[in-house]
């Protein structure tokens, strides 16, 4: 039984896992996306995840060299971890958490396995900021629409105080005819 058992192996040893997992991490972190399967994904996003929370600022330079061999100890690549202190961490530094974001893109042909693209979620121009912020301003609808309650309180008495009282108008009652 595998109770409490949470990892995916993947169908490898730990040595190799590990191996795996890294060199994607290196390529997620230098390509901002790359393409693979789906278990894999899933897996790598566990595992890069907490090494992208390490490059979070702090004051102290020691603690800094610290994170920055403990990403190294982890991923194996001087250049991606160079890449990931200067280019990936300055952009994630107000974001709280959720780094990669995992599409399916459906099964590979050969072997009938899920595909998946995971990227780098600050990095994608489609989804990002920048194109929230460059997208044109909501279009106005034809209803008009109710003055604003500040805008609204001098304008009502204003137009009470320029209109004459007007007479009762005669009610419909069918009793009355």
Do not use: C, W
């Not at 001098?154 to 009355?176: G, I």
């Amino acid at each position: 039984m595998r109770h409490g058992d949470k990892i995916n192996n993947l169908g490898r040893k730990k040595a190799h896992r590990e191996a795996l997992l890294a060199n994607l991490a290196s390529q997620l972190i230098t390509h901002k996306r790359i393409v693979t399967t789906l278990a894999k994904a899933k897996a790598l996003r566990t595992y890069v995840e907490p090494l992208i929370t390490k490059t979070k600022k702090s004051d102290d330079k020691e603690t800094i060299m610290h994170q920055h061999r403990v990403v190294f100890s982890y991923l194996q690549d001087k250049a991606a971890v160079k890449e990931l202190f200067t280019v990936v961490g300055p952009k994630i530094a107000s974001r709280p958490g959720g780094y990669t974001r995992i599409l399916k893109l459906g099964i590979r042909p050969g072997d009938n396995a899920e595909k998946a693209m995971i990227e780098l979620v600050d990095f994608n121009e489609i989804y990002g900021k920048s194109a929230a912020q460059a997208a044109e301003p909501a279009k106005k609808t034809r209803r008009s629409r109710a003055p604003k309650k500040a805008e609204a309180a001098p304008a009502v008495e204003a137009a009470v105080a320029e209109t004459p009282a007007t007479e009762e108008t005669p009610s419909t009652d069918k009793a009355a005819e």
